[in-house]
């Protein structure tokens, strides 16, 4: 059998025949474009960040092997993102088997890593070499810029394949990798980088590495930025997790590497563990493996439990800190226990390409046998702390035993899931049908009474909800299971809270909260998913609990019913509409030699340009964010429209519209200078020497080329489809002056250009980027258009056309990808201690565009 053998996807419809034909060669980018989902998990925001850490992971790798200590990540202004590092560089020279620049073959060719035999890295998060040619096969553009033996080298790509040779670009002071990639909008339906989605993993990475200094910088508005580096590793991380917990000692930590055999093969395991006890109810325990966060653990955390649990039971055995018969269960040993496992090992065995779940039997020895001993000595040495542990687990166990007891006493008291009655405001469906069936959670009685007379009642029921529920982050069990409303929810549900809950007796396959799109709806969402979370946690893990999203705008007009619009986009395409069939546009050219007759486009025509415009409006915010002016950067356009590259020189500015320009400019300003220009990191660092200081994160101080004048390089990558756009408004006899306001001549202001004719009025626009909101404008006439938020101004038939019709309505499905970070939230925002929270909302504040828009 071949050792290597290409991806292959059998297409056939069901039934049909099945050829030759159907059998189709997907290779490279090809496959990965084709199913994304194996490489990167999904093409939702958690697959879209995947792509930064695969990045992120091969720097990582880099200062495992030592040769990196410094890592910077930046979202660009442009929405792509830079990860860029001070390690070995990749290598450029031609790869001896296929005959390309390695540079090319590491970025585009499957199959292909430095990882497979542990000679370049001992161990490695990324085991296939898949992360970056994922990056590079579901961006729209990349970009790699290699600093080694004293050059830099760049070469791009455009989803996933090269569209340029590997390039020396010029001199080097230090070595490094630098990767920067615009996802690819075709691939993923929100190509929005999050900060402080990548702050908390890159946080993480920087307690699993000591040293490490990991720099995050997000260069769009309003700008913001954070630097880890911890020397005391993951002690530091359980620390971290437990803040604003009560804990009664030190975080406990150990390291110790361990002999094992993986088959045959004899393997070293490093086992890095560090927990604490604190006075909170839950575990939370976080497993790592090469760097790799695996979600749903592995036999790393089944070694951790299994060894945690017997030697503190051996110990309160040995030592007699037991009373009476009873006895504790796995889950006592865990309350309020926070714990780090971290492991490194030659040749991990994943679950996915997403690295959810290690699955190396070895390990599981590897880690209980560490564990066991080290723990063992601490108790030992420790027997105050020890004793506190034990006290706190034989607590938990009564507090379990006595929960119980209460629980089934207040459960039969009120009759809530034994008797079989349901709650008496419940408006059940007729099907029995579990999957089939829907439970709408309808915030007030008024919209419970509009979703009863629009709902479908073969397989749609309504609970309406009086008031709040309660916050059961800070309510006892007994006050809980008191609150009508959350005894009406378990009722109807059929699925008793904490861990007795049984998902076979759910009643209905979707649970979906309907709430205003107010900030009251949102305080009530957030209660209820709460509750869901603290109490039926598997609802949310088994993806039954949906959030009904209602339509965002009211649109009335004279004499007619009010009717709903779901989006953003589709009311402004309506108003574009409304405006465009009053609109026109006469095009005037003051001053011009020889005189032009005034042009008017109207109808079809100024449709087209509105869109262009529209489409290109997006692309200029973008140059903008970059910090260039506008109205200058316009007025570089020629024949070929704008120029695609920047140049910063000794302080000068330089615009280039290829890439052979700008070649040709280095090589002519290095003969006149007679000396090497040294590519710099960025525009900041280009009027020095090229060498960066370690306190931006970025160089080593290894300095492989010789000195000389520092030039910075930059490509807009956007311009390219802003030239598209320039080319389309050609046809119109429109160009890129016309997107910048006339200069004042003479200290007089210019003639207008362009006037906007609608029925009788007219308004003069002092450039083409402001029709596209003229127009919008327009269409709002005779409208009332306001930001729907009550449930109950719609009557039953439409709310049924808006939200509760599955051919029309918009859900959320609500996941959980991370619960000890869900954890965190819910604790910060709906805990007893004020000061999280406003230390939150502090942090968060400017960040609130659209405090009603569905809470989403």
Not at 208 to 217: A, E, T
Not at 284 to 308: I, K, M, Q
Request: glycine content about 8%; some cysteine; proline content about 4%.
């Amino acid at each position: 059998m071949p050792e290597e053998f290409d991806n292959l996807e059998v297409n056939g419809d069901q039934g049909g025949e099945y050829t030759h034909e159907n059998i189709k060669h997907l290779r490279d980018a090809a496959h990965i474009r084709h199913r994304p989902g194996m490489y990167i998990g999904n093409t939702s925001s958690s697959g879209l960040h995947h792509l930064v850490y695969e990045l992120v992971y091969n720097s990582v790798d880099e200062a495992l092997a030592g040769y990196c200590k410094n890592i910077v990540v930046k979202i660009n202004a442009d929405n792509s993102c830079t990860v860029e590092d001070d390690g070995r560089g990749i290598p450029v020279e031609e790869h001896a088997e296929h005959k390309l620049p390695t540079l090319q073959v590491v970025m585009t060719m499957l199959g292909t890593s430095g990882k497979f035999d542990n000679a370049a890295y001992k161990t490695s998060a990324g085991l296939h070499g898949m992360g970056s040619k994922a990056v590079t096969a579901l961006s729209e553009w990349t970009e790699a810029r290699v600093r080694r033996n004293g050059r830099t080298y760049m070469q791009q790509y455009e989803r996933g394949k090269a569209t340029t040779e590997v390039k020396d670009i010029g001199a080097s002071t230090h070595t490094g990798t630098s990767i920067t990639f615009r996802p690819d909008p075709e691939m993923f339906r929100d190509a929005t980088f999050s900060f402080d989605s990548l702050e908390d993993r890159l946080r993480e990475l920087a307690f699993l590495n000591k040293g490490v200094r990991i720099h995050l910088v997000d260069e769009r508005p309003p700008g913001k930025q954070a630097t880890f580096q911890f020397q005391g590793g993951i002690a530091e991380f359980v620390a971290y997790l437990n803040e604003g917990e009560e804990v009664d000692h030190k975080p406990i930590y150990f390291l110790r590497a361990v002999d094992a055999v993986s088959g045959e093969t004899p393997v070293k395991i490093s086992v890095e563990v560090a927990l604490q006890y604190s006075r909170s109810e839950d575990e939370r325990v976080r497993c790592y493996a090469n760097n790799a966060y695996n979600p749903e653990g592995g036999t790393h955390l089944t070694g951790f439990r299994a060894s945690l649990t017997r030697t503190l039971n051996a110990y309160a055995e040995n030592n007699s800190l037991y009373r009476g018969d009873a006895r504790p269960i796995g889950a006592d040993f865990r309350e309020g226990l926070t714990a780090v496992v971290s492991v490194q090992l030659p040749t991990p065995q994943f679950e996915s390409q997403t690295k959810i779940k290690l699955n190396n039997s070895e390990v599981e020895g590897a880690v209980s046998t560490v564990v066991g001993d080290y723990l063992s000595q601490y108790l030992e040495e420790h027997p105050k702390e020890a004793q506190k542990l034990i006290a706190k687990i034989v607590l938990a166990m009564e507090a379990r035993i006595a929960a119980h007891k209460a629980k089934q006493v207040l459960k039969d008291r009120k009759n809530i899931l034994s008797g079989g009655g349901l709650p008496g405001k419940l408006m059940d469906c007729t099907t029995r049908d579990r999957d089939a069936s829907e439970l709408f959670l309808v915030e007030g009685n008024s919209a419970g009474g509009s979703a009863d007379q629009g709902r479908d009642r073969e397989f749609q029921a309504i609970l309406p909800l009086r008031g709040k529920p309660l916050n059961v982050e800070k309510a006892i069990l007994e006050k809980l299971l008191k609150n009508e409303e959350i005894t009406s929810i378990i009722s109807a549900l059929g699925v008793d809270i904490g861990a007795d809950g049984e998902i076979a007796n759910l009643r209905y396959g979707k649970v979906i909260i309907l709430t205003d799109a107010d900030v009251d709806g949102q305080h009530i969402r957030t209660l209820l998913l709460t509750f869901f979370f603290r109490q039926m946690r598997k609802l949310i893990e088994t993806n039954h609990i949906f959030i009904a999203r209602p339509p965002l705008y009211k649109v009335t007009q004279k004499k007619k019913d009010p009717r709903y619009v779901q989006t953003i986009p589709e009311m402004q395409k309506e108003l574009i509409e409304r405006g465009l069939t009053e609109a026109k546009i006469t095009v005037q050219r003051p001053n011009v030699t020889p005189p032009v007759e005034p042009r008017t486009f109207g109808d079809e025509a100024l449709a087209k340009v509105v869109q262009v415009l529209g489409e290109l409006e997006e692309l200029l915010q973008i140059v903008e964010r970059r910090g260039l002016n506008m109205t200058s950067y316009l007025s570089r356009a020629g024949a070929s429209g704008l120029p695609l590259f920047h140049v910063v020189l000794g302080g000068k500015e330089h615009w280039f519209h290829t890439a052979a320009e700008v070649d040709d400019f280095r090589a002519r300003k290095q003969q006149e200078l007679g000396r090497e220009l040294v590519v710099a990191d960025d525009a900041l660092t280009s009027s020095s020497n090229g060498r960066k200081s370690s306190d931006n994160g970025n160089g080593n101080g290894h300095a492989e080329g010789p000195a000389g004048v520092a030039f910075f390089l930059q490509e807009l990558h956007e311009v390219r489809a802003i030239n598209r756009h320039l080319e389309k408004l050609r046809e119109f006899g429109l160009g890129a002056a016309d997107l910048a306001p006339a200069p004042r001549i003479a200290g007089r202001e210019p003639a207008p250009r362009f006037i906007l004719e609608f029925g009788e009025g007219r308004k003069s626009l002092a450039s083409l980027r402001e029709l596209v909101g003229e127009v919008r404008r327009l269409g709002e006439r005779g409208l009332t258009v306001t930001r729907f938020k009550g449930l109950g101004e719609m009557d039953g038939d439409e709310l049924w056309e808006t939200t509760l019709n599955p051919e029309h309505r918009t859900l959320m499905r609500v996941t959980l990808e991370d619960a000890i970070k869900a954890d965190q939230m819910f604790r910060v925002l709906m805990g007893e201690k004020v000061e999280p929270r406003r230390d939150f909302i502090q942090k968060h504040a400017l960040e609130v565009k659209e405090i009603d828009y569905h809470g989403a």
